[in-house]
Nanobody
Framework: QVQLVESGGGLVQDGGSLRLSCAAS????????MGWFRQAPGKEREFVAA????????YYADSVKGRFTVSRDNAKKMVYLQMNSLKPEDTAVYYC?????????????????????WGQGTQVTVSS
């Protein structure tokens, strides 16, 4: 069993930056693929970014490519999402998720059904 706790959300102006963190406990963190998803009011939860177990491959939604960077520190059991050039449409609750299958294709990494463990989420609000 893996527990995930997100932090780092908040209110930021259009064009600003935030860094989200996700702390994991339990399980074998270094073997899991990790993903970030987000959900805006009235919308479905959508994929944002993911990183495989080793950190050697990362995946991004088209809407965040070039602005967001996902990374992980297996020794600290942490995964991060650096968000730059934020836009009002990035406003959402951001969730960290873990998949026991640590590798996977781009398709698998973008599918929320493949992730077994989820955090409670952290709110990100970008004002215009």
């Amino acid at each position: 069993q893996v527990q995930l706790v997100e932090s780092g959300g908040g209110l930021v102006q259009d064009g600003g930056s935030l860094r989200l963190s996700c702390a994991a406990s339990g399980g074998t963190f270094s073997s899991y693929a990790m993903g970030w998803f987000r959900q805006a009011p009235g919308k479905e939860r959508e994929f944002v970014a993911a990183v495989v177990w080793s950190g050697s491959r990362t995946y991004y939604a088209d809407s965040v490519k070039g602005r967001f960077t996902v990374s992980r520190d297996n020794a600290k059991k942490m995964v991060y999402l650096q968000m730059n050039s934020l836009k009002p449409e990035d406003t959402a609750v951001y969730y960290c998720a873990a998949d026991q299958y640590g590798g996977g294709t781009n398709e698998r990494r973008q599918s929320r059904r493949e992730y077994e463990y989820w955090g409670q989420g952290t709110q990100v609000t970008v004002s215009s």
